[in-house]
């Protein structure tokens, strides 16, 4: 019902758990794109698992602890972003995003994301919003230097993944620093 316009007939929208028949569709279209880069608990299988994401999603949202927000192409969920965590004591968030592959390349995650920082560190005054990605995951480091983050450092084989451990890049942007693109 509330929405906002990306581009290319996109909007981004609070994506609730009356969406679990739609996410569960979309996880099909972007389940192996994502999962060496996402959480675990986000890579699900079926209605059921996509259902329990919501309704993490939305117990973090009704503690304002964080929240989920889908991108629909043409009324086709294509992707979304989120508030991993949100903590208004004090004073940071981290924001995290994902597409399907057909949706990659547009620029619809950087605008996306721009909604949700704004948000953060206008609306709500936040002071520093985060963002982790694996240090090989070089089209989230993108979206994260677009933003106009700064790589602040290294955690050395903190991500696990299939065995092996790879090193996470900490991107952060403080709200003095945040200019929202037009
Ligand atoms: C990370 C991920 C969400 C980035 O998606 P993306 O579509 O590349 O990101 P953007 O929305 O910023 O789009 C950027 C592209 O759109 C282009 N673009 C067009 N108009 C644009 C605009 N107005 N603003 C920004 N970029 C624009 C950019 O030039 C860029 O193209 P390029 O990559 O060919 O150089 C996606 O690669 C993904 O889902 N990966 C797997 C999951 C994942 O890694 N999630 C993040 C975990 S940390």
């Known amino acids: 019902m509330f929405s906002r316009p990306l581009s290319h007939g996109a909007r981004l929208a609070p994506l609730e758990v009356w969406h679990a028949d739609e996410l ?16 675990p608990t986000f890579v699900t299988d ?16 009704a503690r304002d602890a964080g929240g989920l927000f889908g991108i629909w192409r043409d009324d086709v969920l294509v992707g979304g972003v989120l508030f991993t965590t949100f ?10 995003c994902w597409t399907e592959p057909a949706a990659q390349g547009h620029g619809l995650v950087t605008r996306a994301c721009t909604v949700l920082l704004d948000w953060a560190l206008v609306t709500r005054g936040l002071h520093r919003a985060e963002w982790q990605c694996r240090a090989d995951n070089e089209r989230s480091a993108a979206v ?39």
């Open 144 to 182: 994260a230097r677009r933003l106009g983050m700064t790589l602040e450092g290294v955690r050395r084989e903190a991500w696990s993944f299939q065995g092996d451990r790879y090193d996470q890049q900490l991107w952060a942007v403080l709200a003095h620093e945040w200019r929202p693109g037009p």
């Open 24 to 39: 569960a569709d979309h996880m099909d279209r972007a389940r192996e794109h994502i999962r060496p880069w996402v959480g």
């Open 87 to 96: 903590d208004a004591a004090a004073g940071t968030c981290e924001v995290g």
């Open 46 to 61: 079926d209605v059921d698992g996509a259902r329990a994401t919501l309704t993490r999603y939305a117990d973090r949202r």
